[in-house]
């Protein structure tokens, strides 16, 4: 049988409203694989869909668990790789540098009044989009996780470091304040690599 797009449409809904498969990424992967079966299956859509479904409860529910455990990790990860990565290296000596020398010229409570909280308000905009998509179909595991992972980093500088970075010496402020700083601007390249990544799954 061949599906149209109607077709994959149902089952796409089946999927969001009988099992619960709140992610776009996931459900787009378990209804690639349930596509094809059914596609080599005899019979009309209508007459096999809710039959076919039924016998693919138990594989849903798995592959559903494995891949949001793998989604799940991968977040962790690609902050991790992210941050060895030699353009974060060298984005990370630039602004070093760059705040250093505004700290000689301007000294450090003139930094600190404009700056100390940049980590926090760079990386919201794109927080705050990531936030309203989750009360939409569209929202995905893939980007929530990775933001998620962010943005723990994220809190941990806004209720802890940000003290020390305000208490420290002038050198130990900027090294520590320069690494949150690129991994804020980091944090859009790597929500729009795993937008990316998403995009190509759906052409």
Sequence with gaps: MTLSKENIAVIDKILLKKYGLIYRDIRLEILDHLASELEI????????????????????QKTNQLLTQQYSKNGLQQVTKIVFSLPFVLLYAIASLAFYYLIAVHGKDWFLTYFDILPIVIPAPLSL??????????????????????????????FLVI?????????????????????SLAYYYSYWIAVKQHTKKLI
């Design 129 to 158: 989009i990531e936030l309203y998509t989750l009360f939409t179909s569209k929202r995905r595991l893939c980007t929530f996780s990775l933001v998620g992972s962010f943005n723990m980093i994220f809190m941990i500088y806004l």
């Design 41 to 60: 299956s005899e019979g009309t859509f209508d007459e096999k869909i809710s039959e076919f479904m039924e016998s693919n409860q138990e594989f849903i």
């Design 163 to 183: 003290h020390l970075v305000r208490k420290a010496d002038a050198i130990y402020a900027v090294a520590v304040f320069s690494f949150f700083m690129t991994l």
